[in-house]
């Protein structure tokens, strides 16, 4: 996201806003989910979700606003990253929610990413139904999509009275129909190609203030705990054959270097291709 610094006064936060804009079913939330680390305990970004605001009925922006983030825990002159999910179709509806945010968060400065989806109602509603039987929704989304009024925003639609409120170049995204792989691992939040294991070190050097350096001793091997906790709940009663056949071909034991300027650490971790894992439970009827 593009922005120039220079615009802000000395005591002004910067807020970049990243809003998506499109029709149930065209994978916004799964988009968000993919872009922003959603499950890390720390993250560094604010949720809005205007979905759960819609379902409890709620209509007072500024409360919701403060349920989410504050503004007394804002400092001066700082940056923050603001993610917005929720059904916006018409470029007022965009319009109107920043200027209402911008007010509240009087002492930011708002530079707007849109992703907008483009319209495709067949695909939406292919997306729709396979997120009902795959169980990440409960609630059928299938009228607001045959039914729904609509629009692309253009470039021109996106402005602001507000002074502090910018809105940047927006992106525009195709939806693309789900696949059974993909509908898959979504269901257990899972959004990338590979799964992971927690790291452990296996070397390293370490240098002091006055230059001495000192190797760094290995950790003990870590399990592929997260894969093993995932199979169980995917398919509790596959058989140890398979698991080691699994193993075996859908886990490779890969490294990660990282330094700075004075220490260099060697990683170890387990990784593990999910679309070959997804081959093999196809293949046996675990799925």
């Given at each position: 996201m593009a922005f120039d610094k220079n615009k802000l006064k000395i005591d002004q936060n910067l807020v970049y806003l990243y809003i998506v804009y499109g029709l149930p079913g065209s994978g916004k939330t799964t988009f968000l989910y993919k872009t922003f680390d959603?499950?890390?305990p720390d993250r560094d970004f604010q949720f809005f979700n205007m979905d759960f605001f819609v379902k409890l009925g709620r209509t007072d922006l500024e409360t919701f606003f403060k349920e989410c983030f504050s503004p007394r825990y804002m400092g001066y002159g700082q940056e923050y990253t603001f993610v917005v999910d929720g059904l916006f179709l018409k470029p007022k509806d965009v319009t109107e929610f920043v200027?209402?945010?911008?007010?509240?968060y009087d002492r930011c400065y708002f530079a707007v990413q849109l992703y907008i989806w483009k319209e495709n109602r067949e695909a939406c509603l292919n997306n729709d139904e396979q997120r009902l039987e795959d169980g990440t929704r409960d609630v059928p989304s299938a009228d607001t999509i045959k039914n729904a009024v609509y629009v692309v925003p253009q470039e021109k639609d996106l402005v602001s009275n507000n002074p502090?409120?910018?809105?940047?170049?927006?992106?525009?995204?195709?939806v693309h129909y789900a696949n059974n792989y993909e509908k898959f691992f979504n269901r257990y939040n899972v959004n990338n190609d590979e799964m992971r294991s927690e790291e452990w070190l296996v070397?390293?050097?370490?240098r002091s203030f006055y230059g001495n350096e000192r190797s760094v001793c290995a950790e003990e091997a870590k399990d592929f705990d997260n894969?093993?906790?995932?199979?169980?709940t995917m398919c509790p009663d596959i058989s140890f054959l398979l698991?080691?056949?699994?193993k075996r071909e859908c886990v490779t034991l890969e490294k990660r270097?990282?330094?700075d300027y004075y220490s260099s650490y060697t990683y170890n971790y387990w990784r593990c291709d999910l679309k070959k894992l997804y081959q093999i439970l196809t293949e046996n009827n675990l799925i």
């Open positions: 959603f499950f890390k200027d209402k945010m911008a007010e509240f502090r409120v910018e809105y940047l170049k927006p992106e525009f995204k195709d070397g390293g050097s370490e894969l093993d906790k995932f199979l169980e698991y080691k056949k699994i270097e990282s330094s």
